[in-house]
């Protein structure tokens, strides 16, 4: 009977809870260490047989059921709890994210397009090289078949530099030097392509005293004008990522090739934009031309070989490919610009081209 | 090189239209840069006439008129003073483009103007284009019919054509030598360039005496001519002609001279006969001699200088200038007229160190024809006689009789060989007949012998481009080709890819790339070259861009303060690029330097604002760092960078001897210099320094290691000395014990005026075992024994 009250009770005081404290307690009432019905349970085995067995299926039957209820109690008291947890809780979600309220930080355009260069020219299977900025003028000129006095040098605005000594260095105002250094260093056949920065004694509007170049230089044994041609229209059409981009190369002069071209691709203005691969239009983009034998002979390269070269403006590509206005922005260093202009790491090269 | 159509086709017979000719100069090697043809531009404007002319109701200025355009009268709003009653002008359609092809173009639209509708608008000159700056509308003269399309008003001489002639085409800085060329490759057919022999009226009476007639100059001719009236203006034609072709008219007798250096490529001279004292004489010049040019301005001559001489002083600076002393004015009765033969090397290096451009020295350093040294002063003396008057003298002379050309010998096959497509030999012989080449065919050996205008012909690729150039690059159709076993097959470099990789992870931590001058300038280099020689350029653009840079942070420090002073105040900046340590080739090296200015955290919900520290520059230091696999050396750190780091707040990384970076706080005084007022920190890193130590990984990689064994850490909380590297501590207690230690780690620095405690955290686990209580306490006992010992690290 006793028993019978204790079960009652139980079952009446965990009823009366509602919160998981209260059944953590009523838990440790009666079935804690020291607990009522514990202690019943403790007491059983001073009882005699019959009654041990028969009460202690009933306790032991109600300890389940007792667990039960409690568990069940605890995980409606635990949701109601949770639902009106979240009821209250509130998060403005549209507040700013931790710490990234300014620029993000952009690849220069120039770095970027010296990216797209180096994807696609390796992809033709041409090398990364590279050469000094100070130069002497045997690389930068005489090697180049530009003589002294040649008027040619006149039209390269050369920089120079105040030597102690009689040696005239210079800052190379094309990338050709680099072509000879290749030349003399490397076997043929070779296939190279040398980025970097040039200058000329220049500035306004088109010109920046520093800009950026790209050489190529490709020599085998068998290499021909027609070559030149299949090579320059595939990277201009990967570069461009123009498929029907036209190209017109026309007789052009530079001394270190014979014959020599330039290379024009085709575009229209459509409001204000230039779009390049559309209209009839013109705009020079590049020179080439077939290596002149005297640079094989400067570089001690012998004379049955034949190969072609090119050179480009890295800025104009960028410009014309991805629409700055102005020349001289890049290297103004304006966050700003930099941010707009600029390229996530990211990017990678399209380099289909049929 | 400018001229008119007019002026071509004095020379060149064609029916083709001016776009096909401009296509076809751009085509054989002369790049139409402008073609201003306003018979095309101008096609839909009609001559008509203004039949009624009324005030305009609502506007003072304006007037509407009636204009008859040969089929309606249309009313047309007006704003020209000169507008009147039967006026013969130019009117602009619905749909005419004003002003075409410049950036002012527009359309004419119908509009109401004021509440009247204008259909159309009467032009001026300068909106035709036909002049720069005009007023009022043009007036047309009576005899233009009404209704005819104006562009047939339009003189060849108004139609501009500009070409840009590479160095070695001199012989296309003349019209004539263009027809010359045009005819070659087909287009049109050439008119013969007529020179007349005049009869000589007396014998001179001067001398010369030519003493470089056997080097720098083979051919030296004069004549006198006297009584010459230079007086007058021009002939309009020659006025229309210059005025079409960019030349300024100056006095008949200068104006004859630039005449034939662009009519026929043949640059002369003429001096005022009066003016010259005795006979003439040709010489080099010595070291130190004066010369007063006609742009009145005084040369002090090197050595061996061409010099034309009469026997009191220097009168020419040859093939550049005349001098000021013998010059024409409006006053010279009788001249001498000068054609002759500059040796081309000569010419060039004497107008470069003078630094003197003229017209007649950029065709004598080109090489122009040496066998036109007569046609030039027969040309000359016709125009002046027929312009000035004058009795003609005789033609006196000083040169050698023949001027050697060059044969060039090929075989036929190499241009086929050279262009990559086939051309027949009687295809080449053909074409090279047709530039003026005298060629000889024997068994498939080709020797063809320049004409003498051709100077630049000197090696058979030159003969290629010529036979390429008339065939048209673009009839060479594009052939595929792979390299024959290339030894290379790596795109780039093992340094190129890292730097690639920098680039990346800078960006990813939000540094943006910038790319500034590799000039710098004698303030930033006296400010932050601590080391080597200032490298500076002898003809710098500006004394801001004055000389090499030693270090990139000049550059970057500069981009900090532009753009502060447009308010942009969180700068985190980086460069890879060149620095240069001499004049020498090859001596430079290249940097990268990070520059963090401003703000780390601005003000922001969610945590306290705080500036940049020396601990972020060194967390992305450590990051790039991470790239070159050199963790595993090792490296030190050394308190004070040194150079323009604040002394007290900077450290460099060394391995072994060498230092691969240096990073910390921007010294004070260089911020100020730079007028930068937010606190900045820097890193700058020494690539080859560091790819040095570097190596490509291997691959595949040693096999992972990891202990399964349970860690137990110990926190350690000590007093230690202010000016103690908490690095060296740290490494000091890793090395007690390097089996069980795994990991040292400093968590706290508390600093206050007079100590200073470090708090650091050592996880301890082995290999092999769980290691005891016992073990962890004797190994944390030996820790804070031995820091007492060799720090004076006291336990708190």
Request: glycine content about 6%.
């Amino acid at each position: 009977m006793h028993n019978d009250q204790l079960i009652q009770s139980a079952l009446n005081e965990v009823e009366e809870c509602s919160s998981v404290e209260c059944l953590e307690a009523k838990r440790v009432k009666f079935f804690g260490k020291n607990g009522l019905i514990t202690k019943e349970l403790k007491s059983l085995s001073k009882l005699p047989l019959e009654q041990k067995k028969e009460l202690g299926e009933k306790l032991n039957k109600f300890k389940n059921q007792f667990f039960l209820i409690v568990e069940n109690k605890k995980s409606i008291i635990e949701s109601k709890e949770i639902n009106l947890k979240l009821a209250r809780d509130f998060l403005d979600s549209s507040l700013p994210a931790r710490e990234n309220n300014y620029f993000e930080a952009k690849i220069h355009p120039i770095n970027q397009t010296i990216n797209e260069i180096v994807s696609i020219l390796g992809s033709m299977g041409l090398t990364f090289e590279e050469g000094p900025d100070i130069e002497d003028d045997f690389h930068n000129f005489s090697a180049l078949n530009i003589p002294e006095d040649h008027p040619a040098r006149q039209m390269h605005d050369t920089f120079y530099l105040k030597s102690t000594k009689t040696d005239s260095y210079v800052l190379r105002t094309h990338t050709s030097p680099v072509q000879i250094r290749a030349l003399k260093k490397m076997q043929i056949p070779l296939g190279i392509f040398a980025p970097g920065r040039t200058y000329r004694c220049d500035s306004d509007i088109t010109h920046t005293p520093m800009f950026h170049q790209v050489e190529g230089l490709v020599v085998d044994k068998d290499i021909n004008f027609a070559n030149l041609k299949w090579f320059v229209e595939k990277f201009c059409k990967i570069f461009f990522n123009k498929k029907d981009l036209k190209l017109r190369f026309r007789p052009s002069y530079f001394p270190f090739t014979e014959p020599s071209a330039e290379v024009d691709i085709n575009y229209s203005y459509s409001s204000g934009k230039i779009i390049l691969g559309k209209g009839s239009k013109w705009m020079e983009i590049l020179g080439c031309g077939m290596v002149h034998p005297e640079v094989f002979k400067m570089s001690g390269v012998d004379s049955s070989v034949t190969g072609f070269a090119f050179g480009m403006g890295i800025e104009r590509l960028s410009m014309l490919k991805y629409g700055m206005p102005d020349l001289r922005d890049f290297f103004e260093g304006d966050l700003k610009w930099l941010e707009h202009y600029g390229f996530s790491f990211f990017e990678e090269t399209d380099l289909s081209w049929r | 090189m400018r001229f008119t159509l007019g002026w071509l086709k004095e020379y060149l017979e064609f029916k083709s239209s001016v776009e096909e000719l401009c296509e076809k100069l751009t085509s054989i090697g002369l790049e139409v840069e402008e073609c201003k043809n306003l018979r095309k531009s101008l096609s839909d404007f009609v001559v008509s006439e203004i039949v009624d002319i009324n005030p305009h109701p609502n506007a003072d200025k304006l007037n509407v008129c009636d204009v008859y355009d040969g089929k309606n009268i249309l009313k047309i709003v007006c704003g020209a003073s000169n507008a009147k009653k039967k006026m013969k002008t130019v009117l602009a359609n619905i749909g005419c483009i004003v002003r075409p092809g410049s950036k002012e173009e527009f359309t004419i639209k119908k509009s109401k103007i004021r509440g009247v509708t204008s259909s159309g608008m009467l032009c001026s000159e300068e909106e035709l284009l036909l002049s720069k700056k005009s007023e009022g509308i043009i007036e047309l003269e009576d005899s233009c019919i009404v209704g005819e399309n104006f562009s047939k008003y339009i003189d060849d001489e108004n139609i501009e054509i500009e070409v840009a002639i590479t160095p070695n085409r001199v012989d296309c800085a003349g019209v004539f030598g263009i027809a010359r060329d045009l005819s070659a490759s087909g287009f049109g057919s050439l008119k013969k360039k007529k020179i007349t022999k005049i009869k000589d009226q007396f014998k001179s009476s001067i001398k010369i005496s030519n003493k470089l007639k056997k080097n720098s100059c083979p051919q030296f001719l004069l004549r006198e001519i006297n009584n010459v009236d230079n007086s007058k203006k021009s002939s309009q034609d020659l006025i229309n002609r210059f005025n079409g072709s960019g030349l300024k008219v100056i006095s008949p007798l200068v104006d004859i001279t630039n005449y034939i250096a662009i009519d026929y490529c043949r640059p002369l001279h003429v001096f005022d006969r009066n003016k010259i004292e005795g006979n003439i004489e040709i010489r080099y010049s010595t070291q130190g001699e004066k010369f007063e040019g006609l742009d009145d301005k005084n040369y002090i001559l090197d050595e061996g200088m061409i010099l034309i001489c009469d026997e009191k002083k220097i009168i020419s600076l040859a093939g550049i200038m005349g001098g000021k002393n013998t010059g024409c004015d409006e006053n010279t009765k009788n001249i001498l007229i000068e054609s002759a033969y500059f040796c081309p090397k000569r010419i060039a290096a004497t107008g470069r160190k003078l630094n003197i451009i003229s017209d007649a020295r950029y065709r004598f350093e080109r090489g122009i024809d040496p066998n036109s040294t007569e046609d030039g002063i027969e040309l000359a003396t016709e125009m002046v006689i027929n312009t000035c008057g004058g009795d003609v003298g005789s033609i006196i002379s000083d040169s050698i009789e023949n001027i050697e050309t060059r044969v060039i010998k090929v075989n036929s096959n190499f241009f086929s060989k050279i262009l990559g497509c086939y051309i027949s030999e009687k295809d080449v012989e053909e074409r090279l007949v047709k530039i003026g080449c005298s060629v000889n065919l024997r068994n498939n050996v080709i020797e063809a012998k320049p004409p003498s205008w051709r100077q630049d012909l000197k090696v058979k690729e030159d003969l290629v481009e010529e036979v390429g150039r008339l065939l048209g690059f673009e009839n060479i159709p594009p052939k595929e080709f792979k390299l024959s076993n290339q030894k290379t097959s790596k795109v780039t470099s093992f340094p190129q890819k890292k730097k690639a990789q920098i680039r990346k992870l800078l960006v990813s931590r939000k540094i943006m790339e910038i790319i500034s001058w590799s000039f710098s300038n004698k303030r930033w280099e006296n400010l932050l070259n601590f080391e080597e020689d200032i490298i500076e350029i002898k003809n710098p653009i500006s004394a801001e861009l004055s000389c090499m840079r030693s270090n990139l942070l000049g550059g970057l420090l500069n981009i900090i303060t532009k753009n502060n002073n447009k308010n942009v105040n969180n700068v985190s900046i980086f460069e890879i690029g060149p620095v240069f340590t001499s004049y020498r080739p090859g001596d430079q090296r290249e940097h990268l330097t990070v520059v963090r200015s401003g703000k780390a955290i601005e003000k922001s919900w969610t945590s306290k604002n705080r500036d940049y520290d020396i601990f972020d520059i060194k967390s992305d230091l450590l990051s790039v760092l991470g790239l070159f696999n050199i963790a595993d050396k090792k490296t030190r750190i050394v308190s004070d960078a040194g150079k323009y780091f604040h002394p007290g707040k900077s450290g460099s990384i060394f391995l072994g001897e060498n230092k691969l970076a240096s990073f910390g706080e921007l010294h004070p005084n260089i911020a100020k210099s730079f007028k930068i007022k937010n606190y900045t920190c820097l890193f700058e890193l020494y690539l080859e320094e560091v790819l040095e130590f570097c190596k490509p990984n291997l691959i595949p990689k040693d096999k992972l290691v990891t202990s399964s064994f349970q860690s137990s850490i110990r926190d350690f909380s000590f007093d230690i000395d202010k000016k103690l590297s908490s690095i060296d501590l740290v490494d000091f207690i890793r090395s007690l014990d390097k089996e069980i230690i795994s990991e040292v780690r400093v968590f706290d620095n508390y600093e206050n005026k007079d100590s200073r405690s470090l708090a650091i955290e050592v996880l301890m686990q082995s290999n092999v075992k769980t290691l005891t209580d016992e073990e962890i306490n004797k190994l944390s006992e030996k820790i804070v024994n031995q820091a007492k010992i060799k720090f004076n690290a006291k336990l708190r």
